[in-house]
């Protein structure tokens, strides 16, 4: 037997012992990881790549559930409204736990900060615009000149719906330089990067890791990182900063949700489990490195984080509509 394996297996650590006083035999049935976005996109792989580091921690299986639909908020509001016995998790990004929020108000059925426990956020990532080659253009310049041609056809830019990165930076890249963009939006970021790559929309904001594939085969051009600073894998690609664009910070973020009101002993259970899973290296592969920065923020940190990007992005919306209004 690993010394994994006795984390949670046959021999529970103390952490395990004493969430089951609180919660008898915890877990007692499957561990679900719910994913608010298609199988194939990001989130996905990071959900699964976790269950797999999961697996042997733990006595019972873990599985992996897509719920998706209305830029997340189906899959995260199940979440929010499943038993807090620790048994139904949510794995999600900033779209589908603030972006949504900020997008929709009233009509999403759940408050990011009051209804999850943060169990840490284990990965970040700068969403890139792409162009298709079909396009003409190379850099950032070249597509405001195709932008602002009259005699052109407008463009289209490919979304993961309202209050994603994608969305919102084009809102910002479009507002700040007087573009007009017909904005398409997908349900998540798998079937809006299959229709970059086919040409039906010309322009589309994307992680590097997703479409990375994609860039070394010459099927997309990079134009702009959208983030605070460039990547190294694209060091002749300027950032959002470098042309004045700084806030809100559209870094995306990958993490582990609880619903609100789980045992602070079952928390501590699944902490120990997340820091576990983290440590291994088939799982930093996947969220260290092509773009990826492997990061674990737990507890009171993220939580923090969750609250800056609330109020950035809030504002930011804010003002979209007071302009709109004027």
Do not use: C
């Amino acid at each position: 037997m690993t010394t994994r394996r006795t984390l949670f297996g046959a021999a529970p650590a103390l952490l395990l012992a004493n969430a089951a006083v609180a919660q008898p035999e915890w877990p007692s049935r499957p561990l679900r990881l719910v994913v608010p976005w298609p199988a194939g996109g990001p989130t996905d792989t990071y959900a699964r790549a976790l269950a797999r580091e999961f697996a042997p921690l733990f006595p019972q299986p873990v599985v992996v559930e897509n719920r998706t639909g209305a830029t997340g908020t189906i899959g995260v509001q199940h979440v929010a409204r499943a038993p807090a016995d620790g048994h139904v998790l949510l794995v999600a990004n900033v779209t589908a736990l603030i972006g949504s929020v900020v997008a929709l108000g009233e009509a999403v059925q759940f408050d990011p900060l009051r209804d999850f426990a943060p169990l840490g956020l284990f990965t970040e990532a700068s969403s890139i615009i792409f162009a298709h080659p079909s396009l003409g253009v190379s850099d950032l310049p070249g597509l405001l000149t195709r932008a602002r041609d009259a005699r052109q056809l407008r463009l289209y830019f490919g979304t993961t719906g309202g209050g994603s990165v994608s969305e919102q930076s084009v809102e910002l890249l479009a507002r700040h330089f007087g573009l007009d963009l017909v904005k398409v939006p997908y349900r998540g970021t798998a079937p809006q990067l299959t229709d970059l790559v086919a040409g039906h929309v010309q322009i589309g904001g994307v992680d590097y890791p997703t479409a990375s594939g994609h860039l070394r085969e010459g099927r997309l051009r990079p134009l702009l990182v959208i983030g605070p600073r460039r990547l190294p894998e694209l060091p002749d690609v300027p950032s959002f900063a470098e042309i004045g664009l700084t806030e809100p910070d559209f870094t995306i973020w990958n993490g582990l949700f609880a619903p609100a009101g789980v045992p602070a002993p079952v928390l501590a259970g699944l902490d120990a489990a997340l820091v576990e899973a983290t440590r291994s290296e088939a799982f930093r592969a996947i969220t260290d490195g092509n773009g990826n920065r492997a990061v674990l923020l737990r507890g009171a940190e993220a939580t923090a984080r969750l609250s800056r990007d609330l109020t950035e992005r809030r504002a930011f919306t804010r003002e979209a509509v007071t302009q709109a209004k004027g």
